[in-house]
């Protein structure tokens, strides 16, 4: 089988370190009746790590030679491939079986790292675990705590649905071609009981807030709250929006979400 030229528009850097996968399938640890799907597959190296233990996984892929070439690498009674964009996939789609929950995971091309977050985010009461490899700087950004630079609107939306955490990093050295930034494993699991919030009015808080990083919350709020409703939802009107936490931000969104 020829040799695969890794796409720039397709944002690929396929991972070939034996050793680096076989340290995500253990974080993962696949069961034989999983329900898992992977994102991304590319030239099946980790998809060959994660099917020893699985009865039956799904892949979707959207590059047409690669789909070619994971139908010739692997048994069709085994591996299920969805040939497509995975931002416009339903993955609510695939078959999970009774009293099961789907689990996810990918080598997610950073280009659409942000968006395939929050496409995800839509079925994540349908989800037991994703495990993702992202670039490091997203992951840092997706688990930051308030008070530093990291800690944003990605932070605040992500965590109100997850509990996250960055599992280990993964050198350029283990991609081909190497990518010129370090990579981070992270694990996502779907908050059981998540704080009670309208997504809609949570989502725009955050993005005003957020817009104007270097203003205190007072003035990066102004013309959606008064200083008055900020302090009486438990905010500093003094911080900036990267020193207020999820608890805060969700307390703001139920104020303005709130009757008169």
């Not at 605040?156 to 990518?179: E, I, K, S």
């Not at 911080?239 to 009757?259: M, Q």
Request: aromatic share 6%; net charge positive; proline share 8%.
């Amino acid at each position: 089988m020829k040799q695969h030229i890794a796409r720039k528009r397709f944002g690929q850097n396929f991972l070939h370190d034996t050793y680096v996968l076989e340290n995500i399938a253990a974080a993962i640890a696949p069961q034989p009746d999983d329900a898992m799907v992977e994102i991304g597959p590319g030239l099946g190296a980790m998809t060959a790590q994660l099917i020893k233990g699985l009865k039956r996984m799904h892949v979707v892929e959207l590059d047409r030679d690669l789909v070619a070439r994971l139908q010739k690498t692997f048994d069709p009674a085994k591996l299920t491939i969805h040939a497509g964009d995975a931002l416009k996939f339903d993955f609510a789609t695939i078959p999970v079986p009774p009293g099961q929950k789907l689990r996810v995971v990918g080598n997610l091309p950073y280009n659409i790292s942000s968006p395939l977050l929050f496409h995800l985010a839509e079925i994540a009461p349908l989800v037991q675990d994703q495990h993702f490899m992202l670039q490091k700087e997203v992951v840092e950004r997706m688990v930051a705590e308030p008070g530093g630079k990291a800690f944003g609107r990605l932070s605040v939306m992500l965590q109100w649905r997850y509990d996250m955490a960055l599992l280990f990093v993964v050198p350029p050295t283990a991609f081909d071609p190497p990518p010129k930034v370090e990579s981070a494993i992270v694990r996502m699991i779907p908050k059981a009981e998540r704080l009670a919030c309208d997504q809609a009015t949570l989502e725009a808080v955050v993005m005003k807030a957020f817009s104007q990083r270097r203003k205190v919350i007072r003035n990066c709020l102004a013309g959606m709250f008064t200083e008055a409703q900020i302090i009486e939802a438990g905010v500093d009107p003094t911080l900036r929006p990267e020193a207020i936490g999820l608890e805060r931000y969700v307390a703001l969104a139920n104020l303005l979400k709130s009757p008169e």
